[in-house]
Structure formats: structure tokens, C-alpha cells
């Protein structure tokens, strides 16, 4: 039997991916952060399907990643913000934009640069550091369980370690 | 009319979300950082429908993410290893894990804690840096036209800014 949902992994990724981890979601946050707030807008943009959207939308509300308000008070129009915690996920949309510069697009070839407002620079690329700031790879790091972790994923973790590499 | 490819599109973000924006693709990521490689440890691991599995996996091979190579040399059974490029997707994946470390789990009920090998501290969270080291939101940055951008995009740049948040 192959599961369909999720949510009942004890993995933040597993859930981050329930969550996210669907092309139009990505770039519906694309489009919040440009600033883009209403469904015409979003539609307009992205040329997308208006049940996709709305389902797309109603999905990020029900999860805390946008809030939706009213255009002005009293009127049956909306616009969609996002939260803090769908703020936070901006290292996620930055980090695969820059994958798609370099991967995709090759060096030079970026249809767009990130500049920070307040130099006009580009930005750094977003990468995993060490607290002594020294960029990792994944063979540099390894999973331990978290505090309160449940007994029975402290127990797997000490049975079944992932490969060293 | 809507679209159900995004690989048209002059923007990095779009052409990333196309390629790794769907769940099962994440999760078989995530394993692959881990160290599983075959077919079969997908399978058991994800518990994915095997369908799902063959489709995302030839998909990851077809765009450079995965390199599938006979276990050993003449043998019918594959393994499939992360490319370079597969290799630098290490943030997205961290990212979208740290914040369901704190949006999905919240303080200290992360199930598991990325640790650096070489110190054992758990890692930084991955965020967007400015040359000088700022972190930066999304308020902070803008976006310019790259180095080689097409006539047209440049000239919707000139035409219509993004907002000003």
C-alpha cells in the first residue's frame, strides 16, 4: 500500500514537502513575495487554472503560510498576505531560484539578479554553515534526534543509523 | 487557457519548481542525501507506489539530478547517485526541513537535528545573506535583469517593477 499524504511522518521535511512541495504553491509564493496579494493578480500572473488556484490558496491559508483579509473592510473581495511563518520560507524560493540560475539558466545566463536593496549588490548564494560559518556539504553532516524526539525514532536512530558517508 | 509546464518560462524559480517542486521528488532527495541508492530502498523507505517512484526517478535522471549506473558493471539492477547538480539542491532540502523544524514541530519538537561531523554542534539555519554577511528578508532585495537577459525582459523590468514592499 503506498501512502498519499504526509502528516503523519515524524519528518519536518516530509511535512514541508505535504505542504509545498507542488509547483504552483512554489510559485504562488514566487508572486506573494513580489508582492502580488489578490486572486486576479495571482491568476493573471501565473496563467493558471482558477480551481487550481483557489485550491492552491485555500491550502496555504489552512497551513499559516498566508493570511486572507478582506480587500477593505466589509467588501466580499480578499487579498492574501503572508504570514510570518510563510515570510520565513523565503530561503526555501531563493534557494531554488539560484539552483535554476546555475543549473538551468548556466553562469551569466540568469534571466534575473537578487540585489540587496541596501548595497545594490548581489546577494550571497543560500547555503548550509556550520556555526563557525564554514559551508557544508551533505557529507558533512549527520542527523541526531531531536530533544524531545519520541522513543520510538530515538530507538530507530540507534538501530538504524543512515550510511555514514 | 492555462499552462501545465512551466518550462518556457524566463524565470529560475519556474524552471526549478517544474523540476523538484512535487513531494514524492523531495522525499527521494532527502533519501538520497541519506545514502539510499537502489530502487528497492526508495521503495521500502517512502513506501511509494512503485509507478510514482519509476516516473520521478527517470524524471531526476532526464534532468541531470540523478545519475543511474548498473550496481555492478553488466548486472540488470541500478543505483542512482546524486550529480552535482543533485548535490547542490543540499539547501533547498535543509531548508524546507528547518522550517518544518519550526513551523510543523515548533521549538525543541524538531524530530531530528542537523549536526556538523567535524564539530557535533547542530548546523545554522539557512537563510539569505548580503555580501557583508546581513540576513536579509524579502523587504530587502530586489531584483534586476541578469547580464545576458532577453531584450523583452529587460523592458518589462523597465515597464513593470515589481512592487515596492
Chains 1, 2 share one sequence.
Not at 10 to 20: E, G, K, M, Y
Not at 31 to 54: E, P
Not at 139 to 148: K, L, S
Request: proline content about 6%.
Amino acid at each position: 500500500m503506498s501512502r498519499t499524504s504526509l502528516e503523519h511522518w515524524q519528518c519536518s521535511l516530509a511535512r514541508s514537502a505535504d505542504i509545498v512541495g507542488d509547483k504552483w504553491t512554489l510559485m504562488i509564493l514566487r508572486d506573494a513575495f513580489f508582492g502580488l496579494s489578490t486572486f486576479s493578480q495571482f491568476q493573471k500572473n501565473l496563467q493558471i487554472a482558477r480551481n487550481v488556484l483557489s485550491d492552491r490558496l485555500d491550502k496555504l491559508v489552512q497551513y499559516g503560510i498566508l493570511r486572507r483579509e478582506p480587500v477593505r473592510p466589509g467588501v466580499e473581495r480578499y487579498r492574501y498576505q503572508l504570514t510570518e511563518a510563510g515570510q520565513e520560507l523565503f530561503p526555501v524560493i531563493v534557494a531554488l531560484t539560484q539552483w535554476g540560475d546555475k543549473w538551468v539558466f548556466g553562469a551569466q545566463g540568469e534571466p534575473l539578479v537578487l540585489v540587496d536593496r541596501e548595497k545594490g549588490a548581489p546577494v550571497q548564494a543560500v547555503g548550509l554553515q556550520a556555526r563557525d560559518g564554514r559551508y557544508l556539504r551533505a557529507a558533512d553532516v549527520t542527523f541526531v534526534p531531536g530533544p524531545n524526539a519520541p522513543a520510538e525514532l530515538v530507538a530507530r536512530y540507534a538501530r538504524q543509523r543512515p550510511p555514514e558517508r
